[in-house]
C-alpha cells in the first residue's frame, strides 16, 4: 500500500521561504516519478513541479521557475520542495503525488498521478 505523507507547511510572509516534505512508503519500483501540485480555494489542482526519481530530472512550471526548487533523498524515500520568494497569490493546499514512470504519461495534470498525499496549508500573508 502506496502512502505519501507531506509536512512543512505553514504561514508565512510574501517574500519568505517555506520547505515541504513528503514522506512515501510502499511504492515497489525505483522507475517513479513524484510530483507537487497546488490547490487554492475555488481553483482546480494545479502542476507545480515533479521530479524523476531515478535520475533527478525534474520540470518546473512557468510561475515558480528559479523560486522553487524540488529535490529526491532516495534514503529517506523523501521529496522535498524548497520555495523562496513566495507570492499571496500562492497560498493553496499543496499535495505530494507519485506514479509509474511511463512515456507516454503526462505528469502535468493530476491524471498522470496514482497516489496522493493528504495535502498541507501553505499561507502567504501579504
Known amino acids: 500500500q502506496v502512502q505519501l505523507v507531506e509536512s512543512g507547511g505553514g504561514l508565512v510572509q510574501a517574500g519568505g521561504s517555506l520547505g515541504l516534505s513528503c514522506e512515501a512508503s510502499?511504492?515497489?519500483?525505483?522507475?517513479?516519478?513524484m510530483g507537487w501540485f497546488r490547490q487554492a480555494p475555488g481553483k482546480e489542482r494545479e502542476f507545480v513541479a515533479r521530479?524523476?526519481?531515478?535520475?533527478?530530472?525534474?520540470i518546473y512550471v512557468d510561475s515558480v521557475k528559479g523560486r522553487f526548487t524540488i529535490s529526491r533523498d532516495n534514503a529517506k524515500n523523501t521529496v522535498y520542495l524548497q520555495m523562496n520568494s513566495l507570492k499571496p497569490e500562492e497560498t493553496a493546499v499543496y499535495y505530494c503525488?507519485?506514479?509509474?514512470?511511463?512515456?507516454?504519461?503526462?505528469?502535468?495534470?493530476?491524471?498522470?498521478?496514482?497516489?496522493w498525499g493528504q495535502g498541507t496549508q501553505v499561507t502567504v500573508s501579504s
Open positions: 521530479i524523476r526519481w531515478r535520475d533527478g530530472g525534474s
Open positions: 503525488a507519485a506514479a509509474a514512470w511511463d512515456l507516454r504519461r503526462s505528469y502535468y495534470n493530476t491524471g498522470g498521478y496514482d497516489y
Open positions: 510502499g511504492l515497489t519500483s525505483s522507475s517513479y516519478v
